[in-house]
């Protein structure tokens, strides 16, 4: 039931270009704006895709640079908080659940799992945000700071992603205002799904980040 | 509804396969398997068990689990997987290679 709703979403916005062919001019003008709508879509989805390849290589190089002061400086490594990061990695990991919790919702037109999801998503982002910076203060407070050539690539690289938290809570707060005021529907939930993407990807980034700067 | 059907047969591939989606239930085990692959991680900094190897595996498999199920990767055009897993495998090449220079 859940995919033939799905299905509706997409299909009802989208005759092939075979049915252009077939129907002619008939109804040319609705059609050519629905297709238009769903392209549009499957373009922003592609576009959406190529922007996090490409903040990859940005946390790559990064990645890399951290490396390199983490086997030159064990000693500051040795101060990293790993049992209060190891709580924020699970907080990350509930805000992804929460983000397809809000998604499986607005699909299936509960509108309460969209606004629940997307109010759990915004707090658990803000818990995450505030531990790190806990984490920053108490690192400081080991003299790990900027001025030290293991803090600058320690801070380069989790305060890129702390960025990049920020910037999705400020997008998850502008879609909870929009899902407030009954914008999304289950056939029109795209708002949710592309800022869904951004979110899951900081995750992502996240997994990699606490292995190889904490685990490691 | 009827018109939905109809457009089904005759909506393009890419479309069929965008709007299929993961079930509320594989969600909630997804999570489950995320959350008990960060336990085997933790368990294996702190037991120094087989180490970096392992814990990069386990790392990869958690964000294969994340964009396939999560991000829908599964249930997308093909395409989207391998703008995503091309720029990963090259990144992950050149991090191996910056290794040797490190250790």
Redesign the interface.
Known sequence: M??ET???????H??????HTAHGAEHSADHLKMASF?YSI?NS??AM??F???E??LF?VL??AY??AR??YPEAHAQLN?PLT?IN??IL??S??S???AL?GV?TGNQTRLLRGLAGVIGLGTLFFLLMMYEYAEMSHHGITLAHPFGMAFYALTGLHGAHVVIGLVWAVYVFNRAFNGVYTKDNYWGVEFW??YW??V??VW??I???VY?? | ?A??KQ??S???H???H???????GT??A??GA??VL?LI??I??YLGLLG?IL??L??IS??WL??Q???HLRY?RK??TW??LL??IA?GI??VI??FF??
Do not use: N
Request: no cysteine; proline share 4%; glycine share 2%.
């Open positions: 859940q995919q799905a299905l509706t979403q997409t299909v009802s989208a005759p092939s270009a075979a049915e769903t499957e989805k592609m895709w190529l996090l390849a490409s990859m290589f790559s990645i890399i490396i390199i086997y030159a790993v190891s990695t699970f990991l509930l992804s659940f983000v397809v919790w499986s699909q869904g993407l899951h990807f995750d992502v997994i990699f606490f292995t190889v685990l490691l | 509804m018109d939905s457009l089904t005759g909506a393009p890419a479309e069929r965008s709007a299929k989606h993961a079930t509320p969600y909630v997804v999570l995320l959350a960060t991680e933790l294996v900094v970096q814990l990069v386990i790392a958690k964000a994340v964009l199920f999560y991000m997308e395409i989207l703008i995503f720029p990963a990144v050149v991090t910056m290794q490190v250790t």
